[in-house]
């Protein structure tokens, strides 16, 4: 079992920064692709960002230029750092970790707001 837990969420104006932050209960990242999704009122879960085991990253089209995720191995840590941020990037923001070796699984942190606003 496998626990996350985000942070860092809040209320930003646009244009403002957040860093949002997923601890993991135990060392995973170099057996696993970690993903950051978000997803908005009425509208479906997106994959906003992930690094893989091997630490490539992608983003979606959305936010490419503007977040970027990291990770922290010493600390089982993954971040998500926000920048110029719009209205439309209000949404609740979860980690999840894919387990890429035997049992595979995956695990999903229960959520942080971002809500963007003047």
């Known amino acids: 079992q496998v626990q996350l837990v985000e942070s860092g969420g809040g209320l930003v104006q646009p244009g403002g920064s957040l860093r949002l932050s997923c601890a993991a209960s135990r060392n995973i990242f170099s057996i696993s692709d970690m993903n950051w999704y978000r997803q908005a009122p009425g509208k479906e879960r997106e994959l906003v960002a992930y690094?893989?085991?091997?630490?490539?990253?992608n983003y979606a089209d959305s936010v490419k230029g503007r977040f970027t995720i990291s990770r922290d191995n010493a600390k089982n840590t993954l971040n998500l750092q926000m920048n110029s941020l719009k209205p439309e990037d209000t949404a609740v923001y979860y980690c999840?970790?894919?387990?890429?070796?035997?049992?595979?699984?995956?695990?999903w942190g229960q959520g942080t707001q971002v809500t963007v606003s003047s």
């Open positions: 999840n970790a894919q387990i890429l070796v035997a049992p595979m699984a995956a695990y």
């Open positions: 690094i893989t085991s091997s630490g490539r990253t």
